[in-house]
């Protein structure tokens, strides 16, 4: 296939389903303006280095700290970086780690919690047992733990930060399950003796699909924000390149001077970033619960 | 059933929920990859400056011993009663401090914090929440909805650093670090907390110095949790204000408020109660970020200090305190929920 | 004067997808102490027009035309806590399911006591509860169980309860919405009974709503018989019964099994209730209607009086129709 028939192709299964979402009220428009910021981001990301006017890393002693002007539009950082080329340069590293993170999430949180339902009893219950204890303690204390002991880089606060959501997967999938798993059609599969990996892949997964979609975005969010977090306190990634949320910690010791800018534009795409995948999050999450539909 | 039997059940049932996160704790602080000892000194110092904190520490005794050890510490009724906290060990930054010591002169402050961050939450929450469900669909629930949105994805520490800037730096109406103006001397422990104890000492000034510098760390927390709570109780208020008890008591002429408090919310709040019960873990989290941020001196900065430090004990120990409090703020809950809500004895 | 009286009443529910005339052109009145009945299938309108009369239509239905007169004052222009104070007080609604309808974590007592302070505020604690006791007790319920919850009492029992808020302030109005239906067969005969003999002591009127019209033409002085939101059919009970007029009337009491038959084929009306989204044009009844004729299908047919107090809403009468009588087979 060409190139345009598959764009065509492409475009023709989204924009009816855009226009659908519109039409289903607020809730699809919190899906849309999510997708269009979380898209707007991606692209950013990947046109950032191409697009930015100054190298983001060089460092010039004499533009230190300068106020947002025609030549920096976002002013410098402390040690004279332009602000506009990092902010463009930034969410990359951000990006990496949470996605990252919520593909290691998803690959663990996920086939266990369909196993585990599917084969119940002991296993069950004990794998509930620690995945509930996981779930009950607070998130930032685990990935602080597990940061503290891995040490620095982009992997280590990618894994810390998957530990913390591995449990959120896990029981949306595992309560999907259960409540399929007594259903008749679930039955007459086994009775006609279906292998167990066939009905949970094409019986069950399918049903579950929606709801591990609204997890995974909200985790997204979670994700960025537990990055950034986790950068604030010291335990950030240790390498020298662009990162909003080094930035901002770096610039907080600059605020009580005046020079507002180093924190508040790495701020501001930070929350822009959480704030898209939460809209599609929260607005899917809206769509596919039965109970708030008229 | 019966609240007393029910309330006993619930204790029992916590022992093996705390055996589990102690042994969790212990799993990854203990049994990852990487040698405590050995990250501590960052590969400066000798093997045997090393093999003498390992020995003073208990950390060259086989993995099952430290284990038991660990947990005869936190069982150890002697030693509590001696020191009037549990034996967490000792600390790897300064060997003859006690961890448990630290820990709980740093623990008042984060309690202290985290209760009246949780009061801000829930007003802000529940009213919000509640004025949303009442004015479905229109303008005001909408920005509602978008206020609660935006500040989940808001990081706290911005929040609160922009809070610092604004009312501290630029407006100079509140003070942005500390736990009390340095002028004014701390009240004399009695709870640990610094307004309830200046109350109980009938000292005013030293009262409302510290509710000053309360006022934005909560405020921060406070606001980015409320979020959570206004999409928590306005869904369960739309539920409730739909069930036929509603319309029914509508029906009887019952003022408006009787039927939106007294009917649908006190239904509707019940769950809203165990998800307050479960955000407590986030709050913590962000309890963290946001002492970071005030250099309030509680157990998030303790913690983050001692991760500069490399105190590997002192970090384990943290750890634990913070899930020995998640666990008995859920238990607290759920005896809660099984008091307000009938039901569940009978 | 009537008690109540309503006048081309309409109601809409302005939803997503469309609006839907739930009440079209509804008008009759009630005198003190009548009892009337609205018969019909789900949907018919039948609980939207109980409900538009204390005015609780829910969110997102609107009375868009009309009167509602309760001695003489319009309710349908009152503010809001006017119409508080009537609630409760001068009309009274019974709700259909007895399981939802209490307040779970409230006990039964506290329930009478509300509504006796809310619209008596200047009565003591004391009295209020001496007043719940006596109420209570008439309801066939034991006092002790005064401080129960809803959860420890049988649905029978809550319907009681129910029925005992109803006419606790003694109102002039009640209407009871399917009061038996969530209930078995064997409670249902004792809790009409029990609303009847209340009804006779303290002399209230009541509108009965049921998809049951055996239980209407054997309670109720008049009846109304509403399809898709019309009302086809307005007559006293008797009338009604030996003389039904309305095909869709006709085909409902032929449809009522007797118990005396042997061998009795059970009729049904053919076809079902419309989509209230896309309403047949003309005559809501015409695509069920074994008479249906070609006017019926294009223009809505008007009431008409049939006789002294019975009235028919369809083109098979008036001056341009033809009289049909019933096909008598017992």
């Known amino acids: 296939m060409t190139k345009a028939k598959i764009k065509r192709s492409i475009l023709a299964r989204v924009i009816p389903g855009l226009t659908s979402l519109v039409k289903k009220g607020p809730s699809g428009w919190m899906v849309i303006l999510g997708m269009i910021i979380v898209t707007a981001m991606v692209v950013m990301t990947v046109i950032g280095p191409s697009v930015a006017p100054h190298d983001p890393i060089r460092s010039d002693s004499r533009l230190i700290r300068k106020p947002p002007s025609l030549q920096f539009p976002m002013g410098t950082t402390h040690l004279g970086q332009d602000m506009l080329s990092r902010i463009l340069c930034g969410g990359s590293i951000m990006l990496q780690v949470s996605t990252f993170s919520v593909l290691v999430c998803f690959l663990i949180g996920v086939p266990l919690g369909l196993f585990s339902s599917y084969v119940g009893g002991v296993f069950d219950r004990a794998c509930s047992l620690v995945i509930d204890a996981i779930y009950a303690f607070p998130g930032l204390v685990i990935a602080i733990a597990i940061s503290a002991m891995l040490g620095r880089g982009v992997v280590n606060m990618a894994l810390s930060i998957a530990v913390v959501y591995i449990p959120s997967y896990f029981r949306v999938v595992r309560s999907q399950v259960l409540s399929i798993k007594e259903l008749t059609y679930v039955e007459a599969a086994r009775g006609i003796g279906a292998k167990w990996h066939t009905i949970i892949f094409r019986y069950v997964f399918p049903n579950v699909i929606p709801s591990i979609v609204v997890v995974a975005t909200i985790n997204f969010a979670d994700a960025v924000l537990t990055a950034a977090g986790l950068t604030f306190i010291g335990l950030g990634l240790g390498v020298d390149v662009p990162d909003w949320g080094r930035d901002l910690t770096s610039g907080w010791a600059y605020v009580s001077s005046g020079a507002w800018w180093i924190i508040t534009f790495p701020g501001l795409m930070i929350i822009l970033l959480a704030l898209g995948f939460t809209l599609i999050g929260e607005g899917l999450s809206e769509l596919l619960n039965p109970k708030l539909q008229r | 059933m019966g609240l007393r039997s029910y309330i006993i059940t619930r204790i029992l049932l916590t022992i093996p929920t705390l055996l589990l996160l102690l042994s969790m704790v212990f799993l990854v602080m203990r049994v990852l990859p990487g040698d405590p000892v050995a990250l501590h000194f960052e590969k400066r110092a000798t093997p045997e400056q090393m093999e003498s904190m390992r020995r003073a520490l208990g950390l060259d005794k086989p993995l099952w011993a430290q284990y038991l050890e660990y947990l005869g510490g936190l069982v150890d009724i002697g030693y509590i009663l001696d020191h009037g906290y549990p034996n967490l060990g000792r600390s790897m930054y300064q060997t003859s401090e006690e961890v448990g010591g630290q820990i709980f002169s740093a623990f008042p402050a984060t309690l202290e914090l985290a209760i009246y961050s949780m009061i801000i939450a829930s007003v802000i929450g529940v009213l919000l929440g509640v004025a949303s469900s009442k004015s479905y669909n229109s303008i005001s629930d909408h920005l509602i909805r978008g206020f609660g949105t935006v500040t989940y994805a808001v990081p706290i520490f911005f929040l609160g650093i922009v809070f610092q800037l604004i009312f501290g730096v630029y407006l100079r109406w509140l003070p942005t670090s500390l736990r009390i103006n340095p002028a004014v001397d701390p009240p004399a422990t009695i709870t640990g907390l610094y307004t309830i104890d200046s109350l109980l000492q009938g000292n005013l000034l030293g009262f409302f110095e510290s509710l000053k510098a309360l006022l934005l760390p909560s405020l921060t927390l406070g606001i980015i949790l409320s979020g959570m709570f206004i999409r928590m109780t306005r869904t369960n208020m739309l539920e409730t204000l739909r069930l036929d008890f509603v319309t029914a008591a509508k029906a009887r002429g019952l003022k408006e408020s009787t039927v939106t408090y007294g009917y649908a919310l006190r239904n509707a709040f019940l769950p809203i109660l165990t998800m307050m019960g479960l955000q407590f873990a986030i709050l913590l989290g962000g309890a963290i970020l946001t002492e970071k941020t005030f250099s309030w001196p509680g157990l998030g900065t303790y913690i983050v200090d001692r991760i500069d430090f490399r105190d590997y004990t002192a970090i384990q120990g943290a750890v634990v305190m913070f899930g020995l409090f998640v666990t008995l703020v859920s238990l607290v809950v759920d005896i809660l929920y099984a008091y307000l809500d009938p039901r569940i004895r009978l | ?330």
């Open chain 3, 1 to 330: 004067m009537p008690l109540l009286k309503v006048d081309s009443l309409a109601v809409d529910y302005r939803t997503s997808r469309g609006t839907i005339r739930a009440v079209e052109d509804v008008s009759f009145s009630l005198k003190k102490g009548e009892t009337l009945g609205l018969a019909g299938e789900s949907g018919s309108g039948k609980s939207t027009l109980g409900l538009s009369i204390i005015r609780l239509v829910p969110y997102p239905g609107v009375i868009v035309k009309g009167h509602i007169k309760i001695d003489e004052t319009d309710i349908v222009k009152l503010r809001e806590h006017e119409m508080r104070s009537i609630r409760g007080r001068k009309a009274a609604y019974i709700f259909q399911d007895p399981m939802t309808s209490l307040n779970p974590v409230k006990r039964i007592g506290a329930h009478f006591i509300e509504l006796i302070r809310t619209h008596e505020p200047n009565i003591g604690k004391e009295e209020a509860f001496e007043r719940t006791k006596t109420v209570v007790k008439n309801l066939g319920i034991l006092s002790e169980r005064i401080n129960d919850y809803p959860h420890q009492f049988s649905g029978g029992m809550r319907q009681r309860i129910m029925i005992g808020l109803a006419i606790a302030l003694n109102p002039d109005l009640v209407i009871a919405d399917e009061p038996t239906t969530a209930l078995d067969v064997i409670v249902q005969a004792k809790i009409l009974d029990l609303l009847e003999s209340l009804r006779k002591v303290y002399g209230m009127a009541l509108i009965l709503i049921s998809h049951d019209l055996s239980i209407i033409l054997e309670r109720c002085d008049k009846i109304i018989v509403m399809y898709a939101g019309h009302m086809l059919e307005y007559a006293t009970s008797i009338e009604m019964h030996r003389n039904p007029k309305h095909p869709y009337t006709q085909g409902l009491l032929q449809s009522i099994p007797n118990i005396e038959l042997f061998d009795q084929k059970l009729v049904a009306i053919p076809g079902s209730p419309p989509d209230m989204f896309n309403p047949p044009k003309g005559c809501s009844f015409w695509p069920r209607c074994s008479y249906v004729k070609k006017i019926c299908r294009v223009k809505e047919p008007p009431l008409i009086k049939v006789g002294r107090n019975h009235f028919v809403r369809c083109f098979l009468y008036g001056k341009k129709g033809v009289h049909v009588e019933r096909n008598r087979k017992s």
